[in-house]
């Protein structure tokens, strides 16, 4: 069955950087764009980082643009959040997913929780 599993977060410094992998299985990973979101307790969660299947074209919300890396590596089937110049407002607890349209599913994994504070 599909799996996403989030791991690399934890609690670092204002100013510090996490790197995030999503370890996928279970579907092919190549043929998916790919998304990271976080969300805050008692918040929307939010669209983080979006990246096309290929690789080939990536987006940002304006909150990390500039901050923030999106990759993927399609024959290891997993996807990375590159975190730097983290702030306090970055704490959240990040997921994977992907969207299969097909069929109207989205998919999430577990989260990870990022946490900044000095």
């Known amino acids: 069955q599909v799996q996403l599993v989030e791991s690399g977060g934890g609690l670092v410094q204002p100013g510090g950087s996490l790197r995030l992998s999503c370890a996928a299985s279970?579907?092919?990973?190549?043929?998916?764009?790919m998304n990271w979101y976080r969300q805050v307790p008692g918040k929307e969660r939010e669209l983080v980082a979006s990246i096309t299947s290929d690789g080939g074209s990536t987006n940002y919300a304006d909150t990390v643009k500039g901050r923030f890396t999106i990759s993927r590596d399609n024959a290891k089937n997993t996807a990375y959040l590159q975190m730097n110049s983290l702030k306090p407002e970055d704490t959240a607890v990040y997921y994977c997913?992907?969207?299969?349209?097909?069929?109207?599913?989205?998919?999430w994994g577990q989260g990870t929780q990022v946490s900044v504070s000095s």
């Open positions: 997913n992907f969207v299969r349209r097909a069929i109207a599913r989205s998919y």
């Open positions: 279970g579907f092919t990973f190549s043929a998916y764009a």
